[in-house]
C-alpha cells in the first residue's frame, strides 16, 4: 500500500530528512499546522529570495534598534528575549514592542503599544509609511531610521498573516531607504519549524 510520514518541527532537520526520503517527498507532511505553515513558508522564500538577512543570536546581540512586531519573545522565543537583554544592555539597543503583552522585555525597551492582532498590523503599516515618508514624527520608525544596525522581529503567535505582511513592509521600506539588506528574524512555536518548513516542496 501506500505510506504516508508526518515529521516534526520538534525533531532535527537531518530526521525529518530521512523519513521524507523514506516516504518520498509526495507523501510527506511537516507536521506544521497549516496557519503557521503559511506564514513560515511566506517568511522562508522572502528570505532564500535575498529579501533580508536573517541574523544570528550573536549577531542581533550587536543590535542598536529593535522593533519586535505581534511576538512575546518570553514565551515563545526565550533564547531571542535574551539575545534582545544582551543588545540592551552591550550595544545599548533602543527596542520597541508592538503586541498583546511586553514578556521580560518591557522591563526595559523604550515603548510598548498593547493591541488586538488588526491594530498590530496596523500600526506596523503605519511604521513602514513613517519609514517610506522620512518625516520623522513616527518614533519607532525614526528610531529604525538613524540605527546602524536595525531588525524587525515578528512571530506566528496570533496566526495573523497581515502582521507578517505589514512586517515585510517595514524591512522592504528599510531596505528601500538604507540600500543594504534589513535584518527580519521570526519567532516559531518550535525549535525546528523553520528548518522543517524549508523541506516541504508545496509551498
Known amino acids: 500500500g501506500k505510506l504516508a510520514a508526518v515529521g516534526s518541527p520538534r525533531a532535527s532537520l537531518e530526521s525529518n530528512f530521512a523519513l521524507r526520503t523514506l516516504a518520498g517527498a509526495e507523501s510527506f ?3 506544521v499546522a497549516e496557519p503557521e505553515r503559511r506564514l513560515v513558508g511566506r517568511f522562508a522564500d522572502a528570505a532564500l529570495a535575498g529579501a533580508f538577512h536573517v541574523p544570528t543570536l ?3 546581540e ?4 529593535i522593533l519586535v512586531l505581534g511576538a512575546d ?4 522565543a526565550p533564547l531571542l528575549d535574551l539575545a534582545l537583554f544582551r543588545a540592551h544592555a552591550g550595544a545599548g539597543a533602543t527596542i520597541h514592542l508592538v503586541g498583546l503583552r511586553t514578556g521580560r522585555v518591557g522591563g526595559f525597551a523604550a515603548s510598548f503599544e498593547s493591541g488586538d492582532p488588526n491594530s498590530i498590523a496596523t500600526r506596523g503599516r503605519a511604521i513602514a509609511a513613517g519609514l517610506r515618508a522620512d518625516d520623522g514624527e513616527d518614533r519607532v520608525a525614526a528610531a529604525l531610521a538613524a540605527a546602524q ?5 515578528t512571530g506566528t ?4 498573516v497581515e502582521i507578517l505582511e505589514a512586517a515585510v513592509a517595514i524591512v522592504e521600506a528599510l531596505r528601500a531607504r538604507n ?3 534589513p535584518w527580519f528574524a521570526m519567532a516559531v512555536s518550535e525549535a525546528n519549524t523553520l528548518g ?5 516542496d508545496r509551498r
Open 73 to 76: 519573545l518570553t514565551h515563545e
Open 149 to 153: 544596525r536595525p531588525l524587525v522581529i
Open 179 to 181: 540600500g543594504t539588506d
Open 157 to 160: 503567535q496570533h496566526r495573523y
Open 29 to 31: 507532511c511537516t507536521g
Open 196 to 200: 522543517v518548513e524549508l523541506l516541504d
Open 62 to 65: 550587536g543590535c542598536d534598534a
Open 58 to 60: 550573536q549577531e542581533i
